[in-house]
């Protein structure tokens, strides 16, 4: 798996690619809670996301659940088809704010 | 339901060890014709169920895992082999979808995928033999 993190305005846009799964979730998780944890709103970007399982997915739960905590915007970016699958499997994409673009979540968190 | 004829691995039940795992089972049900929205799935339930041995089986402590993979007529069956203490499908608790919280999913994704999910016994009467079945049917292969 890939992490990393860069600053767009006032939002952290954590960038996941590669394969999450039980070995590579938790960097996924330190990265989402990190951000969230210095008070920054959060869009995860999942376009090079090639497979997610669910613990990949339990970081993004929790990520979701300490944003609403803190009120602070979260959203995922870019979901790969790969991704949407299993979000979709876990009824999860309409549970998430799903953007097309980081430029479209940040304008539409707004 | 199974031709069998198995193609078997064990390895360390670690995490590490999941990407090989799953490469194997994508290999052998693509070949088997599925389609590639099936495979992925079924790439997906297999991991789950590998990590449950991995995570809630051995819970951390060093063990063996076996995955077993099986193509015939009718469907292809996935066994997964550990020496782990035993357990049933009732200690399975999926969760309410309808309640957000970060466990709990893999389950629900093995049930929502596969057709037939069993525990078998096993041959000297310990561990856990999981069984796994997919049908073939005309919507989920290409051949």
Not at chain 1, 8 to 19: D, R
Not at chain 2, 99 to 112: A, K, N, Y
Not at chain 2, 133 to 142: A, L, M, V
């Amino acid at each position: 798996m890939s992490g990393t993190v860069r600053q767009e305005g006032s939002y952290a846009i954590v960038c996941l690619g590669g394969e999450i799964d039980l070995h590579s979730s938790p960097e996924a998780r330190k990265l989402i809670l990190g951000c969230l944890q210095e008070g920054k709103p959060t869009l995860v970007d999942l376009s090079g996301v090639a497979y997610i399982d669910s613990s990949g997915v339990a970081s993004l739960v929790e990520g979701f659940q300490l944003a609403r905590q803190r009120q602070l915007d979260f959203g995922l970016v870019g979901v790969s088809p790969a991704a949407l699958n299993v979000l979709k499997l876990a009824r999860l994409d309409k549970v998430f704010p799903i953007y097309a673009s980081v430029q479209e979540g940040v304008a539409s968190a707004k | 339901m199974t031709g069998e004829r198995w193609t078997v691995v064990q390895v360390p039940a670690q995490a590490e060890r999941l990407h090989a795992l799953r490469n194997l089972v994508r290999e052998q049900v693509t070949a088997y014709g599925f389609t590639p929205a099936c495979v992925d799935n079924l790439v997906l339930a297999v991991n789950e169920a590998c990590m449950n041995v991995i995570q809630h089986g051995y819970r951390g402590e060093a063990g063996l895992l076996e995955l077993g993979v099986s193509a015939g007529v009718h469907g292809i069956e996935f066994r997964i082999r550990d020496h782990a203490p035993a357990v049933t499908l009732d200690d399975w608790r999926p969760r309410d979808l309808n309640e957000l919280r970060p466990g709990g999913l893999g389950v629900h994704f093995i049930r929502q995928i596969m057709d037939e999910v069993v525990y078998l016994p096993t041959p000297d009467g310990a561990g856990n033999l999981l069984s796994m079945k997919k049908y073939r049917s005309g919507q989920e292969t290409t051949a």
